[in-house]
Antibody, heavy 124, light 109 residues
Framework: QLQLQESGPGLVKPSETLSLICSVS??????????WAWIRQAPGKGLEWIGN???????NYNPSLKSRVTISADTSKNQFSLELNSVTAADTAMYYC????????????????WGQGTLVTVSS | EIVLTQSPGTLSLSPGEGVTLSCRAS???????LGWYQQKPGQAPRLLIY???SRATGIPDRFSGSGSGTDFTLTISRLEPEDFAVYYC??????????FGGGTKVEIK
C-alpha cells in the first residue's frame, strides 16, 4: 500500500523559506506512471495546488506561486521536497503531498493518494 | 483561468436524506477532467468521483456524479452519518494545471 508522509518545521518566520519533505513508501517515485504533487489548505479554506514533479525532474507550478516555489526529487531516498521562499502569514496552511497519474489515456488525472498533511505556521 | 464555483456553501441535512451538490465552471470543461473529493475534519481529501461520473475504488454506490459543459453535480442518494463532510470539485486543465472549487460543507441538521 502506497504511503506518503510529510515532514518539516511547523513554524517558519516571515520572509524565510518553508521547506518540507514528502517520504514515499510502498512504491517508487522513480516511476514513469505518476507525478508527485504539493497541495495546501489555509485554515478553514479550500485546496490550492502548488505544483508537481515527474521523476525526470520536470516540474509544473501554480502561476500564483511560481516565483517563490521549487519542487525537487531525490529518487535515491524516494522523497520529493517543497521549498517556498519569502513566506508571509498568508502561507500558513496545512501542506499535503499527493500522487496523480501521468496525463495520458485513459484520462485519470486525479490525486489518488495523499499524505496526512503537515501544518506550517508563519509567525515571528 | 477557469474558476470552479461550488454551491451552496453549506447544507444542513439529516441522515437518510438525499442531496445534490453543484460545481459550475467559468467555461466549458471536459467531462474527463472533473472530479470530486470528500474531506472530513483532520483528514486529507479522498477521491470519490473521477471523469464526472466514475466512482473511485471503494466508493459506495450512493455517490454519483453527472454533468457536462459548465455544470456538474455530485449526488448522495441517502446520507449516512459518515457522509457529513466537505466536498470539493477539481478540474485538470492548463494554467494552473489543477484547480479546486471552494467546497460545500454538508452538516448534520
Amino acid at each position: 500500500q502506497l504511503q506518503l508522509q510529510e515532514s518539516g518545521p511547523g513554524l517558519v518566520k516571515p520572509s524565510e523559506t518553508l521547506s518540507l519533505i514528502c517520504s514515499v513508501s510502498g512504491g517508487s517515485i522513480y516511476s514513469g506512471s505518476y507525478y508527485w504533487a504539493w497541495i495546501r489548505q489555509a485554515p478553514g479554506k479550500g485546496l490550492e495546488w502548488i505544483g508537481n514533479i515527474y521523476y525526470t525532474g520536470t516540474t509544473n507550478y501554480n502561476p500564483s506561486l511560481k516565483s517563490r516555489v521549487t519542487i525537487s526529487a531525490d529518487t535515491s531516498k524516494n522523497q520529493f521536497s517543497l521549498e517556498l521562499n519569502s513566506v508571509t502569514a498568508a502561507d500558513t496552511a496545512m501542506y499535503y503531498c499527493a500522487r496523480h497519474v501521468k496525463p495520458g489515456y485513459p484520462p485519470f488525472v486525479y490525486f489518488d493518494y495523499w499524505g496526512q498533511g503537515t501544518l506550517v505556521t508563519v509567525s515571528s | 483561468e477557469i474558476v470552479l464555483t461550488q454551491s451552496p456553501g453549506t447544507l444542513s441535512l439529516s441522515p437518510g436524506e438525499g442531496v445534490t451538490l453543484s460545481c459550475r465552471a467559468s467555461q466549458t470543461i471536459s467531462r474527463n477532467y472533473l472530479g470530486w473529493y470528500q474531506q472530513k475534519p483532520g483528514q486529507a481529501p479522498r477521491l470519490l468521483i473521477y471523469s464526472t461520473s466514475s466512482r473511485a475504488t471503494g466508493i459506495p454506490d450512493r455517490f454519483s456524479g453527472s454533468g457536462s459543459g459548465t455544470d456538474f453535480t455530485l449526488t448522495i442518494s441517502r446520507l449516512e452519518p459518515e457522509d457529513f463532510a466537505v466536498y470539493y470539485c477539481q478540474h485538470y486543465g492548463t494554467s494552473p494545471l489543477f484547480i479546486f472549487g471552494g467546497g460545500t460543507k454538508v452538516e448534520i441538521k
